[in-house]
């Protein structure tokens, strides 16, 4: 094992490894008497997923389920943060329009998508490039490159005041970058207090003592690196004074009317199992209680079939983000009528209305990501009369005018009654000449921004930086919750029975956000290519209804 940075004092006891995040109780805790447990060997700023593994792993609950906090870890997008092909062509991309700032750009991105790394080299004072450095397989600092977002990031972040901690990403929480005492162990975090007993083992390996905070359940813990905002530069390349709120989940959260109860993991780290030990070692006293899930589950399916392989098997991983988009994120609702009597040419309309199950916008994150409606309506044989938002196999929307033509976007609609208008639910950013751009760094404002919004967000009082923007901001039926869209559609006479087809679709990165990437050679963008050849970026269903009607 190459070196990585090593403090000399104690050892840990990952008897925590956070029991879960889903409950509202909560703990008083204060840093813990870390003299009370033998201390030995010496302790890693940052011990590797794969040393949490033989306790963590395998783990029987009271009713016999078998979790593994490890395995699912691996089978989520926090394993892959660092060696996602997307973020590094995206990395790449700005580094060679802005190449006297490509190690700060390098910095920053790696302060949240290989964070472990990043703190190691800013303690050992080396480079933050981590293109030169990191990623290099000499590197001391490759395997925890290599471990992107793992155990011992998170569970060294705390809420609870800390002389000498650092502050992390301007939030509420810090961490410890001091060399201890010696003789003294470092602190890890959990939700559960943990017994002298149930310490010791882990005091044995690894070398750091358990302190409880409730900090593990809280959305603080996920809004640090969720909540981002981009300096923006003119596409010359000028500093513009700009700071683009890229994407501030937890600011859309806060307007979510279930906010006060339930937090981010609630969602994306929800209970699997009521009662339950942390580990599975068979020790007395040892810590109890709800077991959440450490899949980190979100949607985005797509990263994880790029990175999917014999070496690193993410079948679990991409089964898991298809069926949360499918069962936790929105449901549709169809209503028709005719416009005219039977027998003669008519129009149909009908409404589509979508709800959201979503604690913040939908889709969010990331500014390529986008959702859409794919309406078709069939005569009595089959035969296609009419279809809006339909696709081609490299995951072009055939009706959406940016897709087309760079530069170009398409806007929202509360009224869909002409051939090639499409329903998009996306934000666009635009550059300082005023055209929608996907390239972040030259993001200067965004020109819509009509993701679906969720239950109580009320789009005349929240902030500016997570504003409806474009025409969504004066359609009646785009509220907190839900947005319905009315398409008049012209039939001919004599269709007879007709069968009505709606999809929501979901795409993690759009045709428009690839193409201008792919604009930039590269060793990163060649692969992001081939490895896109193999996975076409076709919509992930996200919900289907099909209704049938007669003229």
Known sequence: MKRRLVIVAVAFSLILILAGCASNQGSDASVSDTDAVTTAASVELFPLASQCRSCHNDISADDG????????????????SSTDPLFQAVVRQEMMMLPEASDLIQGVCASCHLPMANFTAIAEDSSQSFF??????ES???ELYLDGISCMLCHQLTSIPTEGNTVFHDSELTIDLNMPAAGKTRNLYGYYPISEAAQQPMVDSIGYFTVPDATARSAAMCAACHTLYTDAFTVEGEPTGIQLPEQVVALEWAEWSESSSKSCQSCHMPVVVQSGPLSNMQIEDAARGEISTHSFVGPNSFLKQLNNSSDNPLERGIEASTEFLQNETA???LASSFAVAPGADSTLMLDVTIDSMVGHKFPTGFPSRRAWLHVQVFDASGNLLYESGGYNEQGMILDNNADQV??????????????????IYESIMLNSNGEATSVLLQGVAFAKDNRILPVGFDKTKVPVDIAVIGDALIDDNFIGGSDTTTYLISLPAGTGELTIQVELLYQSVSYRFLDDLMSYPSPEQKKLAELIEQNPNLPVLVTRQEIKVTR
């Open 331 to 333: 449901t549709l609702t």
């Open 406 to 423: 760079a530069g170009t976007f398409e806007p929202h609609y509360s009224l869909i009654d002409q051939p090639g208008q499409v329903q």
């Open 140 to 142: 001391e600092l490759h």
């Open 132 to 137: 030169d450095n990191a990623r290099n397989p």
């Open 65 to 80: 389920t078998q979790f593994s906090f490890v395995t699912e870890w691996m089978n989520s997008t926090h394993s892959q």
